[in-house]
């Protein structure tokens, strides 16, 4: 696999801008996936030249979340897993992220937006964290970060139940700040990180910090505790369940366990 084509980055006047490409698997990753990311993620915040960065999918997909295929073959079951290491890096980032979010946003296409400061997204997208329904746990700090954002009723409602939901109800309730065409969501991302860019940098990473202080060492240790059971239910026989439905294309049946 071509992991240099899958996760692509370039840099457009002080913003780097991070695309997930993998559109025949609707931008599912996987963990060389989450290499590239967390590779593209630490050298945007690591160049001097860099103020701002923007993470994308396409018009076609955000993210259809983990692949299900490489959880089976390569399950994330130790701290050093590149999505175990990604999640950690989301809450140390010190630069400003915006998300441009088209198509469909599942399980870690949901939850990292928790870790961006502005979201455009499609009119089309839908959302989900079906975490219960495939026999895992919340990750990414959204058993916290989820309810902080858009209140318990709709975080219990869209964690437990696990339906996805449309950009409108995305945006009414706060997990994305505007809703807009397909065709104008990545420009109007962009846009934002360019002017996000052009802030005197001292005031905006120290206003972001201020933002985000209150919340983030209690999202890293949500992080952790999510992380141990993640790791102890991808081994569940329910999670076995979910994952063969999915490759089988059936429903699954929890009705033994
Ligand atoms: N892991 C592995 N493959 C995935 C995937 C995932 N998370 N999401 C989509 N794909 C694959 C499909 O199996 C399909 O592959 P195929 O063409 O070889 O059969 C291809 O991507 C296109 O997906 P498809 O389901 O046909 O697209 P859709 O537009 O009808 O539905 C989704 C898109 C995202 C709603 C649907 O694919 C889905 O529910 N995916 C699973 C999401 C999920 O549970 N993610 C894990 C969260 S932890």
Redesign the pocket.
Known sequence: MDTAALITSETQDRVCIIRINRP???N??TAEMYEALIAAFTQAEADPQIRAMLITGSEI?FS????????MANPPLDDSAPVMRLLRLLTELRKPMVAAVC??A????TTLLLHCDLVACGEQT?F????V??G?CA?GGSSLLLAQRVGAARANEWLLLGE?FDAHTAAGAGLVNIVLPNGKVFDHALAWAHKLASKPPQALLGTRELIRRASQSAARSTIAAEAALFKQLLKSEEAGEAFAA??E?RKPDFSRF
Request: aromatic fraction near 10%; hydrophobic fraction near 50%.
């Open positions: 025949e698997k609707k599912a990753l997909a259809a979340g983990n692949d299900i295929a490489d959880f198509g469909p599942v399980g870690i296409g839908s989900a964290v079906p975490f329904s495939l895992l990750e996805p999915f490759v294309k």
